[in-house]
């Protein structure tokens, strides 16, 4: 999602999901928004993962975007090295578009092919299979 506005820029779903990608952005820029309130600290802190009913949302921030990859059970450190790897070659590639944000998300229609290269079948889980067949659920840019 586009950090400052909370708008979902793409929503990849490994299995088939019923997740609302902009409630769920709505969901978690306010989740964001709140910490940030809480905090007496004038830098912005972020969450980074939210556990609930066995399913565990990971958050990375980037300079312009917030991505959340929603695992069902426990995401191991190479999903998450790579969700940080994810964000910070998202962010090069699509610097550009992402600099003069205007709502239009047709610039980003080619992002399968750059989640596929992160999270594709060929990465790994403890049971050496791919995020598909680790019943995750959506990967929200």
């Keep these: 999602m586009e950090k400052n506005s909370g708008l979902t820029?793409?929503?990849h779903n490994f299995k088939e999901s019923t997740v609302d990608g902009d409630l769920l952005s709505g969901f978690l820029t306010a989740i964001q928004?709140?910490?940030s309130e809480l905090s007496e600290e004038k830098t912005s802190t972020s969450v980074k993962k939210i556990e609930y009913h066995g399913f565990e949302i990971n958050l990375e921030d980037g300079n312009k975007i917030r991505t959340a990859l929603i695992l069902k059970g426990k995401g191991l450190d190479?999903?998450?090295e790579k969700l940080i790897e994810f964000v910070s070659e998202y962010e090069k590639r699509y610097e550009d578009e992402l600099s003069k944000w205007s709502g239009n998300i047709s610039a980003f229609i080619d992002s399968p092919n750059l989640i596929n290269e992160y999270f594709g079948k060929e990465e790994s889980t403890e049971e050496g299979e791919g995020l598909e067949k680790k019943k995750s659920q959506p990967l929200m840019i």
């Design 9 to 11: 820029i793409y929503t």
């Design 33 to 35: 928004q709140f910490g």
């Design 78 to 80: 190479l999903i998450k």
